[in-house]
Structure formats: structure tokens, C-alpha cells
């Protein structure tokens, strides 16, 4: 039922355009896909985040695990009817969030215990019951417990935690593999901004079936040089015929650099909280919509955008909404910022397609 | 364009059902408006408030008037244009909020002063500066400046008040008439709990060729058998032939007895503001989706409810949303909510045409 068909590479580039088969329909790739950590894109019923173009949403396992519980999640067959979302859904295994969220978080080499952000309660996670919660999940691409060391942390320091993480996502293959679940597991490379460790981690978990692989620990306060260093440095070592996906990106130009390195799948919460902040991509560029010369503009954010915000509302309009402080603000510049980057990266696999990147 | 017709008067109440016809289309009545005073019903899009069943809707001249300001809504040719709404709208004079949110207000037998509750700046509003207002908001129905006296106010008060508003109601009939709009104004009944007052508004108000009339200054803390009395008595009182208000209702009890006294036409904040607190109409109650009962239920809300959220999410979801504080939940809860009273009303009209009310 999984499978990942490259249709076309491009001559140009190691961009490549493909489809990744999964039994809630298939994912053109390159894609992005907009953040549900909480089962919900903030703001957007599933009907209009179906509407921004999204083909396959993130929902964030540390967040359900506490917050419905895999209990609740699994009596409604898992995530896709629990949030109503019918199409593919990616979880991510919740390591970043134990490490960047918890109140407080103790690394064993079985796994960790951390005392959730919600209410102080402990919790242990480990490689197993990471694929257990993502299995009740039914997310059709799960993620493994991994250790995403933090920015400018030493080589000695990252060096330790990769070692973690490798023997983590070793035991999470060999379990999900057992578990002969029809859900692909992802590898997550680790290596922080250490071609050395980056190159190590990608060579040692190219030698595991994994259903596709990630870069992980990117977006976490590194320069733009350093990013595209990591990612021109780790995706071309990665094994080709599997989907290659870097966590956490949503910047165009970061995106567009990625692709063109043959990265496949991105994902990032920006689009929706930038919205949250005013914050609207308007032709590139990222515009408040509170600025007083909108007072009176009666055009759409972006003339050339067919988004449901775009084709039915102004900018005085929105901009009333947002000092207004009205809901449906959050709503309806999500939809538009969710849209232009999924349109983004659609418009470069037409491009890859018609041998133009 | 516009034009009243009662399609079927009840043999056995005052029940009436009718079409009000707009140029923004028919209003059939009798109708539950929802409440967009911002032109926004909260945390809807227009789309979804379609859905919802609702025919018309309702905004706020202080509110608009104060932002985005009148200038901004006439530039889009309108409210409907501006929030994407093309079918019909009602505006509330504002005269309610001058007296209940401005941080100060004088009254003068020409109008009023009051300090905005947004930036302290001050404001001056008469009879023809209201009309103006929405004029410019190109509401369907336009309501006249009125003085609510508030609950308790004593005969004297609601005497002194009530010659104002009449004073003030005259003037704004005779300025719309000589205006010549296609839009319609309403006359507003005040007089307090006090029948002879009610009596007396009536009688005036009803020898001036107003489109319609509205019972206000209901629901301001009164029980329910004093409103229950106020309507009773004045509802009669009211020009048959033409359509009947009564402002601010949308408890289902109080519906029901309305419109068998007569009534056409209601608004309510009630369905979005309980929603906002997690409170939903169920079979009827209403009742907290917080409930640790509903944890693990799989069971739309209410299982004879065709509304959206009804037909795509359990109640364990719903609460799940409102325990995480996401937006969602207040679009989701508010539209089963504004729903149901969309429904409750219509459902009554059907009833009064198959001679059951």
C-alpha cells in the first residue's frame, strides 16, 4: 500500500519530483505540510485547511500523548476521524518537545522521564512506546525517539547524544518492524553542525530499513550558511530511492535551496503563527497587516493569489479583523500564508517537472 | 425592493409566518439573526455562517462606527462587500452600547456625547447621524438612536427617557423619509417594565410610517415573567401588517413565546458567547463540553443534529479542543450552537404553516 514512485530528476539539480503512496491517498512530492501539533491547524476547519491545497498535515506525538491521551485518540480508530482529516497525517515523534517543552527531563540509555509542561505529572518515553503511541495514532509516517542536541552545543556533547539517538532509533526499527504495522517509520539524522557526525549519522542509518529518512535538528538557531551547509551536506548522503524530509522548515528561500538538494517533504508551523502575529506573505515578502496604509485598501492581500482569504476579502478588511482582535483573523490569514507556501512548493515541482529547477 | 408579506397567520396563537424581501434577498420569518457586531460573527467565515441556516445577520453602528470606521465600510460600497456577506443585514443603532460600553456620556436633547471604550476619544451622536452611519454601512435594516433605561429605573426615569427617544425616533423617521433610501428603519418601543409606558411607546410609534417595529430594552435583567408580561402586552400593540422585533433573545423558551405574541424577528449573541465558555445546546440543555464525561465520547453532540460540527466530530474531540484552548473549538461549538436556534426558529415556522402553533 506504501510506496514512493520518483516520477522525474531533474538534470539541473538532485531536485526530484515523486509520489508518496499511503493508504489515505497519496503525497506529490516535494511538499509542505502545515502543522496540527494538537490534532488541529490553528484556527482552519479541516474542510478549509483541505482548501489551502495541503495534502498531508503533522500532528506532534508529546502534545497528544498528554493532551487527548492515545486512549481517547485510539477508541476513535486513530487521528484521521479523531480530527476529521481523511488524508495522509505525519507524526512527529515528540523528542524535540520532551527536551525544548518539559519542565524538567531525565536522559536514561532505556529513554527519558520528563514531567509534562501541562500539569507537572511524569512520563517516560522510549523507542517502543514512541511506535506504540503513534501506532494508536495511526499516522501514516511515524517518527522514532531521537535527541536533538541543541544549538551550539560541542562535539563532544553531540557526539553523546547521537550515539543515544542511533541506538533509540535502531531498537524503534527492529520494533517496528516486528510489529509488521502497515505505518512507515522514518530515520532521523542527528549530527547538530558537525559535517563529521552529520556524515556518521546519515552512513549509520542508511544501514536500517527505514521507510525514508529526515534531517533533524535544523531550524534550531543555526545561520542560514549553516542550514544549507547541514542540508547540502546530508541529503545527497541519504539513499536516493527513499523520501528524504527536513524538519521544521517553512522560510521559501530555505525551501527552495532544500528541493534543489532533493529533499522531498518540509514542514513548519510558521505559516500559522506568523498569522497569529499579523504576519502575511505578500509577493515574497512578510507584511504586517496592521500597517496604517491599509486602512483604506480595498485589494486582496496578493492580487495573484486564488486563496479563499485573497479571492473574498480586502486588506482593510483583515486588518480590521486582526485589531479588532476577532477570530476569524487567525483564520483567514492562516488560510493565505498556509496556502503560498504549499503553492510555493507545488509551483517548484511543476518546475522540476517541466525540467525548468 | 422590499416588502412584508405574512404567508400564514395562526389560528391558534398570534403566530405568524411571512418573507421580509430584501434586495439582498428573503428573510423568512419568523428568524434568529446571529450576531456579528463587529462585522464578523465570531470565529466564523461567511461560508460557515450560511451554513449554519442564517438568512440575515446582525452588526453594531457604535462598534463599526468607531472601527473600522464608516468611511472604511462605505468605501467597499458597504458591510456586505466588506465582510463577504451578500445577504441580508440588520444594524443595531448602537444606541444600547453608548449607554452600556463608553467610558462616558452626556445626554443632550440632541443627542448624546460618549468617550469611545477603545481610545477614550470622544463622539457625538444624533438621529441623523445614526441613519448616516447606516446609511453608509448599506444595512437592509436600519434601527433609530434610542435610550434603554436601565433594569430597575424608576417610572420617572423611564418617563424622561422614553420622551427623549420618541423625540429623537421622530426626527430619524422624518430624515430617512426625506432621504429616500431603499433601506428599511425600523421604530424601537422602549417604556421599561412599565405597561403604561409600553403602551404609550406603541401608540406614538406606531403613527409614524417606520418599515417595522422593535420591542428593546428586554433582556436586560429582568425574569422571565416580566419579559414574558412586556412582550405579552406589547407585542399586540404593534402594527400587524408590519414585521415585529424583539431585541436581544435567543434563550429557546423565550423564542417560543415570542412568536406566538406575534414576533418575526430576533437576535442573540447567547449562541457564540456560550460557545466561547464551552457551553453547547444539547437536546435542549445546555451543557459544558468540558465534562470529564464526555472524555472518551464518541457521539456527535447531538445525535439528531445535521449541523457541521455535529456531522464530522465527537464530543471527546470538541472537548479535547476546548481544554487545549484552541480556536477551533470556539468556531466548532459556535456553529452547532447558532445552528440549533437557526433551526429552532425555522422549525417553529413549519409548525405555524402546518397549522400546529
Same mark, same amino acid.
Given at each position: 500500500?506504501?510506496?514512493? *514512485?520518483?516520477?522525474?530528476?531533474?538534470?539541473?539539480?538532485?531536485?526530484?519530483?515523486? !509520489?508518496?503512496?499511503?493508504?489515505?491517498?497519496?503525497?506529490? %512530492?516535494?511538499?509542505?505540510?502545515? @502543522?496540527? %501539533?494538537?490534532?488541529?491547524?490553528?484556527?482552519?476547519?479541516?474542510?478549509?485547511?483541505?482548501?489551502?491545497?495541503?495534502?498531508?498535515?503533522?500532528?506532534?506525538?508529546?502534545?497528544?500523548?498528554?493532551?487527548?491521551? =492515545?486512549?481517547?485518540?485510539?477508541?476513535?480508530?486513530?487521528?484521521?476521524?479523531?480530527?476529521?482529516?481523511?488524508?495522509?497525517?505525519?507524526?512527529?515523534?515528540?523528542?524535540?518537545?520532551?527536551?525544548?517543552?518539559?519542565?524538567?527531563?531525565?536522559?536514561? *540509555?532505556?529513554?527519558?522521564?520528563?514531567?509534562?509542561?501541562?500539569?507537572?505529572?511524569?512520563?517516560?518515553?522510549?523507542?517502543?512506546?514512541?511506535?506504540?503511541?503513534?501506532?494508536?495514532?495511526?499516522? *501514516?509516517?511515524?517518527?522514532?525517539?531521537?535527541?536533538?542536541?541543541?544549538?551550539?552545543?560541542?562535539?563532544?556533547? @553531540?557526539? =553523546?547524544?547521537?550515539?543515544? %539517538?542511533?541506538?533509540?532509533?535502531?531498537? +524503534?526499527? /527492529?520494533?517496528?518492524?516486528?510489529?509488521? %504495522?502497515?505505518?512507515?517509520?522514518?530515520?532521523?539524522? /542527528?549530527?547538530?553542525?558537525?559535517?563529521?557526525?552529520?556524515?556518521?549519522?546519515?552512513?549509520?542509518?542508511?544501514?536500517?530499513?527505514? =521507510?525514508?529518512?529526515?534531517?533533524?535538528? !535544523?531550524?534550531?538557531?543555526?545561520?542560514?550558511?549553516?542550514?544549507?551547509?547541514?542540508?547540502?551536506?546530508?541529503?545527497?548522503?541519504?539513499?536516493?530511492?527513499?523520501?528524504?524530509?527536513?524538519?521544521? #522548515?517553512?522560510?521559501?528561500?530555505?525551501? #527552495?535551496? +532544500?528541493?534543489?538538494?532533493? !529533499?522531498?517533504?518540509?514542514?513548519?508551523?510558521?505559516?500559522?503563527?506568523? +498569522?497569529?502575529?499579523?504576519? !502575511?506573505?505578500?509577493?515574497?515578502?512578510? @507584511?504586517?497587516?496592521?500597517? =496604517?496604509?491599509?486602512?483604506?485598501?480595498?485589494?486582496?492581500?496578493?492580487?495573484?493569489? +486564488?486563496?479563499?482569504?485573497?479571492?473574498?476579502?480586502?486588506?482593510?478588511?483583515?486588518?480590521?479583523?486582526?485589531?479588532?482582535?476577532?477570530?476569524?483573523?487567525?483564520?483567514?490569514?492562516?488560510?493565505?500564508?498556509?496556502?503560498?507556501?504549499?503553492?510555493?512548493?507545488?509551483?517548484?515541482?511543476?518546475?522540476?517537472?517541466?525540467?525548468?529547477?
Amino acid at each position: 500500500m506504501y510506496r514512493f *514512485d520518483i516520477v522525474h530528476s531533474s538534470s539541473k539539480s538532485k531536485a526530484r519530483a515523486g !509520489v508518496l503512496h499511503t493508504p489515505h491517498g497519496p503525497i506529490h %512530492t516535494p511538499v509542505f505540510m502545515p @502543522v496540527g %501539533t494538537q490534532a488541529t491547524v490553528k484556527g482552519l476547519s479541516p474542510d478549509q485547511i483541505k482548501q489551502t491545497g495541503a495534502q498531508v498535515i503533522l500532528a506532534n506525538t508529546y502534545h497528544l500523548m498528554l493532551r487527548p491521551g =492515545a486512549t481517547c485518540i485510539d477508541l476513535h480508530q486513530g487521528l484521521h476521524r479523531f480530527m476529521n482529516w481523511p488524508y495522509p497525517i505525519l507524526t512527529d515523534s515528540g523528542g524535540f518537545q520532551v527536551f525544548s517543552l518539559s519542565n524538567q527531563c531525565r536522559i536514561f *540509555d532505556e529513554g527519558v522521564q520528563f514531567k509534562s509542561h501541562l500539569d507537572g505529572s511524569y512520563h517516560d518515553l522510549n523507542p517502543q512506546k514512541v511506535v506504540d503511541l503513534q501506532k494508536a495514532f495511526r499516522s *501514516d509516517i511515524m517518527m522514532p525517539l531521537d535527541i536533538c542536541s541543541g544549538y551550539g552545543a560541542s562535539f563532544q556533547q @553531540v557526539q =553523546a547524544d547521537l550515539e543515544k %539517538t542511533h541506538a533509540w532509533e535502531t531498537t +524503534a526499527c /527492529q520494533y517496528w518492524q516486528a510489529l509488521q %504495522t502497515p505505518q512507515w517509520l522514518f530515520g532521523i539524522v /542527528q549530527g547538530g553542525t558537525y559535517p563529521e557526525l552529520r556524515r556518521q549519522s546519515a552512513e549509520y542509518l542508511s544501514g536500517y530499513p527505514f =521507510a525514508g529518512f529526515a534531517i533533524g535538528g !535544523v531550524s534550531v538557531g543555526e545561520s542560514r550558511q549553516q542550514l544549507e551547509e547541514i542540508i547540502g551536506f546530508t541529503a545527497p548522503l541519504l539513499p536516493d530511492l527513499k523520501p528524504k524530509y527536513v524538519m521544521g #522548515l517553512g522560510l521559501p528561500e530555505n525551501l #527552495l535551496f +532544500a528541493i534543489q538538494e532533493g !529533499v522531498d517533504l518540509f514542514d513548519c508551523v510558521l505559516p500559522t503563527r506568523l +498569522a497569529r502575529h499579523g504576519q !502575511v506573505f505578500i509577493q515574497g515578502k512578510r @507584511v504586517n497587516i496592521k500597517r =496604517a496604509e491599509f486602512e483604506f485598501d480595498l485589494t486582496p492581500l496578493d492580487p495573484n493569489c +486564488a486563496c479563499y482569504t485573497c479571492q473574498h476579502f480586502s486588506r482593510a478588511y483583515l486588518r480590521h479583523l486582526f485589531k479588532a482582535k476577532e477570530l476569524l483573523s487567525q483564520t483567514l490569514l492562516s488560510i493565505h500564508n498556509v496556502y503560498t507556501l504549499v503553492h510555493f512548493v507545488d509551483h517548484l515541482r511543476q518546475e522540476i517537472l517541466s525540467g525548468n529547477l
